[in-house]
């Protein structure tokens, strides 16, 4: 069993798993219910990075700025449009925003699905290969590893040095203590939906290129993004940053066992279920206690 190369094969998951949640964990801490839009969100940054990259033949690099952007901005729409004045309605519960969110998904899943077909569409891109020692890596691996180490410190340095981010924190915590504190908690929410969609697009793109992209590729992440959510903590983003190295990993054994035991590597989803279970019987709060006060 070469274990450096599963570690590294762990490091690329638990990356794209780190981008695809951080987004995630963050707008769940604030809103307090799963917004299962995400997953499209992943599908509109992949194909907004299609239509850069490959309809209109600009380069990839150009096409990740705007899968953030484009999906941003659905994510921000989506909120002004949709969470809010149903959030605003005297009554609303958890489950009307949770079943908004479905719907909102379902809508921009067909909508996508117009546009570009449900039918598997490739980058035609060859990416490098390089081995060093016993390892090989791709470009594009390297490409995210060093993306989710980005979005790792720069979501650091905004939740801990800028208005912005210990706004963030606060309404999370207690969002009528940060009203009273003269918190703008809408605009805190915008900017949160904003960025969550965004990074989400990212991640969307980025499995995109790895694999092929359809209208359902946000859902072939989104069950490992939220296990890796509930491992983290609800709303706990250094909780998250551990967690989706956690899951990559157990990911990665996961297939190699399958492997060695003759069923199908198919089955590594049923690996982020059974940590939900367990984490959700056991300890509810994630990893989210040992990050208290960060």
């Known amino acids: 069993m070469n274990w450096e190369q599963i570690i590294l094969n762990s490091a690329v998951t638990g990356s794209l798993y780190l981008i695809a949640a951080v987004g995630l964990t963050l707008l769940y801490g604030l809103v307090k219910f799963p917004n299962f839009a995400h997953a499209e969100f992943m599908a509109v940054g992949g194909f907004l990075g299609y239509f850069i990259a490959e309809q209109l033949g600009w380069p990839l690099p150009v096409a990740y700025p705007v899968a953030f952007l484009g999906a941003g901005i659905v994510g921000f729409l989506s909120y002004r449009g949709v969470f809010k004045p149903l959030a605003d309605k005297a009554g609303t519960t958890i489950i009307h ?122 859902w072939d992440i989104i069950l490992p993004t939220f296990a890796v959510v509930v491992l983290g903590g609800i709303g706990s983003f250094y909780g998250a940053m551990v967690a989706a190295f956690a899951i990559g990993l157990m990911e990665n054994i996961g297939v190699v066992l399958l492997s060695e035991i003759g069923l199908s590597t198919q089955y590594r989803m049923a690996i982020p279920f059974i940590v939900l279970i367990i984490v959700l019987i056991f300890r509810p709060q994630g990893l989210a206690k040992a990050f208290k006060g960060n």
């Open 97 to 218: 925003l949770m079943v908004a969110s479905m719907a909102l998904g379902f809508i921009l899943r067909h909508t996508t699905g117009e546009i570009w077909g449900f039918s598997s569409l490739t980058f035609g891109i060859i990416w490098p290969i390089y081995e060093i020692g016993s390892l090989r890596i791709s470009l594009h691996w390297i490409i995210i590893i060093v993306t989710a180490i980005a979005v790792g410190v720069g979501m650091h340095y905004l939740l801990t040095r800028t208005k912005i981010g210990k706004a963030i924190r606060a309404t999370a915590s207690n969002p009528r203590l940060a009203l009273a504190a003269g918190i703008d908690t809408t605009r805190v929410l915008m900017i949160t939906w904003f960025l969550s969609a965004g990074l989400a697009g990212i991640a969307g793109l980025f499995r995109a290129v790895e694999t092929r992209i359809t209208p359902y590729v946000g």
